[in-house]
């Protein structure tokens, strides 16, 4: 990692529909980790409960609210598990309220604190040379200031090829006054193309959704692979591997299960939003999110309140008729959701043919994924960035992807997954987006 405070990262051209706009990116130095700042997680556990249904995962909830948890993956549909963290002096009032609800749970966590200085030490593992190779930010997860370097890296070494170019840009700035940044591949062959959107991060623990439009970037720019030029020659592609970069910083640092993002709030001294709840269509704090801002689903005091979810609404809505498709990469439990997710009744007019989409890029892939209406088949929430790419920007095909694992892989759980299977997620995904393209290609022409 550099170590200038600030440092002006490129100025470059955007080419396209709108004319030049140029824009410049700053890249905020952050201090190493401080193990002495950083929350522990020492004999808290994470126990699995099946939710038989929607229902009784209200009842939880309820009888739950004075217990305090942090909810790692919460149901999204019957009989589907519900995973949370406890810590200790909490957790026989946790396993009071299984018993009550007749919830049968088991432990799969015995300490978090270990399997986070597990992820720390896998990362460690991971020679850094001092001038890292492209290649070489695929493989591990990276700082705010890493991605930055490796988005401007990818930009500059494409700028000296003529048939593909990677342009960087800033869609605006978050509360901490970090560059939300996008990169723009394209091969500029003289024909307006219809866009795909591809964004990961809106959750900051979510490590491994950033990770994947890293690896994917890296795969669009650089590979000759044949079914990456048919993507090329058929499509425009925004990528935004950080939706939430404060947010994101704040788990590499401080608390490894933060899930929103780092603005202060009126009123309170907890922090952060829930970037996923903050988009405005159909906005309602009561479905799926929170009116507390303490809360890890707190939805905003009222829609767009925070400004990574109000820059990205913007982008969506000034991009929506040359944007074909939106995935937005989250993690874990691997299901491929379509909108609506706002209420339990709502649910797209053309669902069907954004299911078969879904179908064919799931079927070359080796993962197995649920695919879903989020709010019927599912649980709903609303806010999300899905439900706005589709219903307020007319983005046909918007869909959240949540990457593995399901569970646990080799003894990792969630959300924390050994660097060692970003390579294998991302290759999986990769397979998944090239039957997403072309079968999107096919109904387009
Ligand atoms: O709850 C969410 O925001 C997403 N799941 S996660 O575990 N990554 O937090 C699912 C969002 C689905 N889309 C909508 N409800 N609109
Ligand atoms: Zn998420």
């Known amino acids: 990692m550099r170590n200038g405070l600030f440092q002006r990262l490129c100025t470059c051209e955007m080419i396209g529909v709108w004319s030049v706009l140029v824009a410049t990116l700053v890249a905020v130095d952050v201090s190493a980790a401080d193990d002495t700042q950083r929350i522990r997680y020492d004999g808290y556990t994470v126990h699995q409960a099946v939710s038989s249904s929607h229902d009784q995962f209200q009842k939880f909830i ?76 695929t493989v591990n997860y990276h700082s705010y200031s890493e991605i930055i370097d490796y988005l401007q890296a990818v930009s500059s070494s494409r700028a000296k090829s003529q048939n593909v170019h990677a342009d960087v840009f800033s869609i605006g700035k978050t509360t901490q006054g970090k560059d939300q940044a996008m990169i723009k591949i394209y091969r500029n062959d003289g024909r307006a193309k219809p866009a795909i959107l591809i964004d990961g991060g809106i959750h900051a623990r979510e490590w491994i959704a950033p990770a994947v439009v890293i690896n994917f970037i890296y795969q669009l720019a650089f590979s000759s692979d044949h079914h990456i030029s048919t993507m090329l020659g058929d499509f425009d592609w925004y990528l935004m591997p950080l939706v939430n970069p404060d947010g994101y910083e ?13 603005n202060v709030n009126a009123h309170s001294s907890c922090k952060g939003t829930d970037a996923n709840r903050n988009f405005g269509y159909h906005w309602d704090p009561y479905s799926g999110g929170s009116t507390n801002p ?8 009222h829609n767009f309140s925070i400004p990574e979810s109000t820059n990205l609404g913007n982008f969506m809505r000034q991009h929506g008729p040359s944007i074909k498709a939106y995935l ?32 064919a890029m799931v079927q070359p892939m080796s993962s197995s994924y649920v695919i879903g209406s989020s709010g019927k088949d599912l649980y709903p929430a609303a806010g999300g960035s899905d439900d706005y790419a589709k219903g307020a920007c007319g983005i046909k095909y918007s869909y959240t992807v949540e990457l ?26 990769l397979t998944g987006l090239k039957a997403f393209a072309i079968e999107l290609a096919r109904r387009l022409h």
């Open 62 to 137: 309820s009888e739950a609210s004075h217990i305090p948890l942090n909810f790692w993956h919460v149901p999204h549909a019957d009989n589907d598990t519900l995973d949370v963290m406890v810590g200790p002096e909490a957790l026989n009032d946790l396993q009071a309220v299984f018993d009550k609800l007749k919830m049968e749970s088991k432990q799969v966590v015995d300490n978090v604190e270990s399997l986070f200085e597990k992820e720390r030490r896998s990362m460690h593992h991971i020679k850094r040379r001092a001038t890292p190779s492209i290649h070489s930010y």
């Open 250 to 262: 704040y788990s590499r640092l401080r608390d490894r299960s933060w899930r929103k993002t780092m």
């Open 294 to 301: 303490c809360e890890e689903v707190f939805a905003g005091d």
């Open 328 to 359: 937005t990469f989250h993690s874990y439990g691997q299901y491929f959701l379509y909108p609506y997710g706002y209420s339990s009744s709502a649910v797209a007019p053309d669902y069907a043919e954004l299911a078969s989409l879904a179908r």
């Open 404 to 429: 593995p694992p399901r569970d646990s892989v080799g003894g990792y759980t969630g959300f924390i997954l050994s660097p060692s299977q970003i390579p294998i997620v991302a290759a999986d995904t």
